[in-house]
């Protein structure tokens, strides 16, 4: 016994001869090195052109346990930008009631007109200005909700490197290769399904709403239904997918890793002697490798949330703000000018499911990576 404790008690002043907080500074410096972060930045400079954040001090902030800077910089663009939108649309907004308000007028007090056609025909020029300024408010929009899903699949495309990078350190190849093949899959998903044909569908969901209700019954009204119904069930069932995917996924490739690493690390403790310096130093190197590649998937998701939010509650904003309109018309104005401001809002609302679940796609697989490859 005696014999046993006396060659723990060296193994143990071995162990302490190692200073494992400089092997680990040492360790994410050398990591850090393999990483070429020059196209995150050049990214980050189009997405918060005002900051001077780099992608590596962003990183080094969320493991270090200081999250504050990420916070203010994602909160700060995220309020810019819709107090932005907010501004430009206030004024259309007023026009809009200003014009709904002057239709009610030739709708409601027709009879005092000797020739109804009058107030008929000045109806519909009013409506006709009406459907000119909610088309083109939703242009707008639309070119902006294209130029942000732009914006979210070139950060993955130069995020994918760098973050599979550290997935392949800190966990291994076979993780890092499946999953790296599942987001480039997704980022082509998003490129032709959803901006190729989603968004011009919510378009033409809009053009046949304003269009239905230029006449006197609801000729395009079942239409409409059916192009929304197609983009609620594409929506879900990407995002249904996508789920299934992963989680199959982040159930195998990492196990197969995991049996390879541990393999290796069982080897190397069985040398006599120095055997279990070796695992600390491997436990402490894997440590800092996957606190690293936790920090850039952190760091990836805070940037797809600025891009994805900005969106979301400009268009939560102008959903409420239209449904708001509409309800105040509602009691003096004709029921089409109602049902046109009230389909304008439903083609905003579409947009934000849209923009939502292009985002949970991307999200939830860096979530899943994140989560299973420790």
């Known amino acids: 016994m005696s014999v046993v404790y006396a060659k723990d008690e060296g193994l143990a002043q071995e162990e302490e001869e190692y ?18 972060f020059t196209e995150i930045d050049e990214s980050l400079k189009k997405i918060f052109p005002g900051d001077k954040m780099g992608f590596q001090e962003l990183v080094t902030s969320l493991i270090s346990g200081e999250g504050k800077n990420a916070k203010e910089l994602v909160m700060q663009f995220v309020s810019d930008q819709v107090s932005y939108e907010f501004r430009y649309n206030k004024q259309n907004l007023a026009y809009m009631l200003l014009i709904a308000i002057i239709a009610a007028v030739f709708t409601n ?38 130029g942000h899903l732009e914006l979210l699949l070139d950060f993955m495309r130069v995020l994918c490197p760098s ?13 890092s290769l499946i999953f790296y093949n599942i987001v480039l899959f997704l980022i082509y998903i998003a490129e032709t399904l959803i901006l190729r044909f989603l968004l011009p569908i919510v378009n033409i969901y809009i053009m046949v709403q304003v269009m239905n209700y230029l006449a006197g019954e609801e000729y395009l009204s079942q239409f409409a239904e059916l192009l929304k119904k197609i983009i609620s069930w594409i929506l879900k069932t990407l995002v249904t997918c996508v789920i299934g995917i992963n989680v199959i996924q982040g159930m195998l490739a990492p196990a197969i890793d995991a049996l390879k690493r541990s393999a290796i690390t069982k080897t190397a403790e069985a040398i ?27 760091a990836g998701a805070a940037v797809m949330i600025a891009i994805c939010a900005v969106p979301i509650l400009q268009m939560a904003v102008m959903t409420l703000l239209y449904k708001l309109a509409a309800a105040l018309v509602q009691p003096v104005s004709d029921k089409r000018i109602t049902g046109c401001i009230s389909s304008v809002s439903e083609g ?26 420790t």
């Open 19 to 36: 200073d494992y907080d400089a092997l680990e500074e040492e360790t994410k410096e050398k990591i850090f090195s393999e990483f070429d």
């Open 163 to 175: 973050y599979f990078l550290a997935v392949a350190i800190a966990s291994g190849s076979s993780s």
């Open 109 to 146: 007090f027709s009879n005092a007109f000797q020739n109804k056609q009058v107030s008929e025909i000045s109806f519909y020029v009013l409506y006709m200005l009406l459907i000119t300024m909610c088309l083109n408010a939703f242009r707008i929009a639309m070119t902006g909700i294209e």
């Open 348 to 373: 905003y609302e579409l947009l934000v499911k849209v923009v939502f679940s292009t985002g949970v796609l991307f999200l939830l697989t860096i979530a899943v990576v994140t989560a299973s490859t």
């Open 272 to 298: 006599p002697g120095i055997g279990n310096a070796i695992g600390g130093v491997t436990d402490v190197v894997l440590g800092t490798a996957v606190l690293i590649k936790n920090g850039i998937g952190m």
